[in-house]
């Protein structure tokens, strides 16, 4: 089997479609997932798909094993330790790195119901001053320290059904009728649905862009008059040498199309 040169970071939606990109214009290249979840979202792709963590040592000695040419980081928004690793790697065997950022929809949303903030323990404060029975559409990965600082709060929490986070959940001391197990993104109509179903009296959410269905989050909330805490995206800095900025999935494709050349 033919090596890839090119080896893409990252489980998101953008990744899947950026891999499409690839399968059209016939370029050979690799796609890096961390749990089994992100390698069932990818089946139908061309590429091989590598399941597991890294970290930027395990990285750069897989990346030099098999002779990658150029990497993408196309992984999550919040993924800072991920984005790191592979910025780590990429400069210690002088590989050319992309990293995709996805578009931000968070200046187009100004309400006095949706409050900003930089950290978890900022939108937890909020959120315990303003209610009791608070919904988390935030994920799992860090679901322990949004527990720790909203005890004595009703936690709700909408997860991925798969069995590694269900059991994390119960980790955390969430029960069954705290734990709503279900694959995004969601339209605007269901999301208000469902914020009525499970009686939510504010949201803590992400700046998780239009492939996140970001605006069909926060959108409900304001017609249902329910405040909307946004978690906002980490600053991230990606300049250094050999390090290309991609924003949005046309200035990817336009890259792609140079590598074609």
């Given amino acids: 089997m033919k090596r890839p040169l090119i080896h893409i ?13 690839m399968d059209i214009a016939g370029i050979d290249y ?19 798909i ?8 395990e990285m750069a000695e897989y990346l030099q094993k098999r ?5 993408i980081d196309a992984s999550h928004p919040y993924a800072e330790r991920l984005s790191q690793n592979i910025v780590d790697a990429c400069q210690k065997l002088g590989i050319p790195l992309i990293r995709y950022i996805r578009p931000s929809d968070i200046d187009a949303v100004e309400h006095p119901l949706v409050y900003k903030v930089a950290t978890i323990k900022q939108a937890c404060e909020i959120a315990a001053n303003l209610a009791t029975r608070i919904l988390l559409t935030t994920g799992s990965k860090q679901l322990a320290d949004y527990m720790a600082y909203l005890q004595g709060k009703t936690v709700l929490a909408r997860v991925l059904p798969t069995a590694e986070v ?18 995004g993104p969601f339209s605007a109509d269901f999301n208000r649905a469902f ?34 805490i946004v978690l906002c995206r980490p600053e991230q800095q990606f300049a250094g040498e050999r390090i290309t900025q ?3 999935l046309e200035e990817m494709a ?7 050349m």
């Fill in 9 to 21: 970071f990252g489980g998101t939606s953008d990744a899947r479609q950026i891999c499409v990109m």
């Fill in 166 to 183: 269900l059991a994390m959940c119960e980790d955390c001391g969430l029960s069954v009728d705290q734990i709503f197990a279900l694959k």
């Fill in 246 to 248: 991609a924003n949005g």
């Fill in 254 to 260: 336009q890259l792609l199309a140079n590598v074609c």
């Fill in 50 to 57: 590598v399941t597991g963590r890294m970290e930027a040592e």
């Fill in 30 to 48: 690799g796609l890096s997932v961390a749990t089994p979840a992100g390698a069932q979202q990818a089946m139908g792709i061309r590429g091989e």
């Fill in 195 to 228: 914020y009525q179903f499970c009686q939510a009296e504010v949201v803590i959410t992400k700046e998780s862009g239009e492939q996140g269905g970001f605006r069909e989050k926060v959108e409900p909330c304001l017609s249902l008059g329910l405040p909307c």
């Fill in 67 to 71: 002779g990658t040419k150029m990497v």
